[in-house]
């Protein structure tokens, strides 16, 4: 059985000067179409966003597609988006792609 605890959820912030998209659980093919589709959302408005990784407890490579394709949007349209490091597992899969280098990565403000 599944511990509730692990469900994916995004929860939505705004701060002085971006959109916080936290993820929580799993992103994966099952998760992906709600976080590509309120990315797209905050694209298409400009609407600079940040998408904050470090609670996630898995991602696959449906999420790594997605964050791909924000980062490629947000280089090629001026819209700003930027992600945290990600937990452990993220960042071990960034690394394993070999994309670290290429991601609009920040760390959160203390």
């Known amino acids: ?15 002085d000067d971006a959109v916080v998209l936290t993820l929580h ?15 797209d959302a905050l694209a298409e408005a400009g ?9 996630l407890g898995f991602m696959d ?7 791909l394709q924000a980062a490629e949007a947000s280089r ?10 990600g937990s452990e597992q993220v960042r071990t899969l960034f690394s394993s792609a070999g994309i670290t280098g290429r991601l609009p990565i920040v760390e959160e403000p203390s």
């Open 76 to 85: 090629t349209t001026g819209w700003v988006f930027t992600i945290t490091p």
């Open 61 to 67: 490579s449906s999420g790594l597609r997605i964050v």
């Open 25 to 39: 659980g799993e992103l994966d093919l099952a998760s992906a179409d709600a976080v590509q589709q309120r990315l």
């Open 1 to 15: 059985m599944d511990d509730p605890g692990d469900a994916f959820r995004i929860d939505e912030d705004r701060t």
């Open 47 to 55: 609407t600079p966003t940040r998408l904050d990784l470090d609670d």
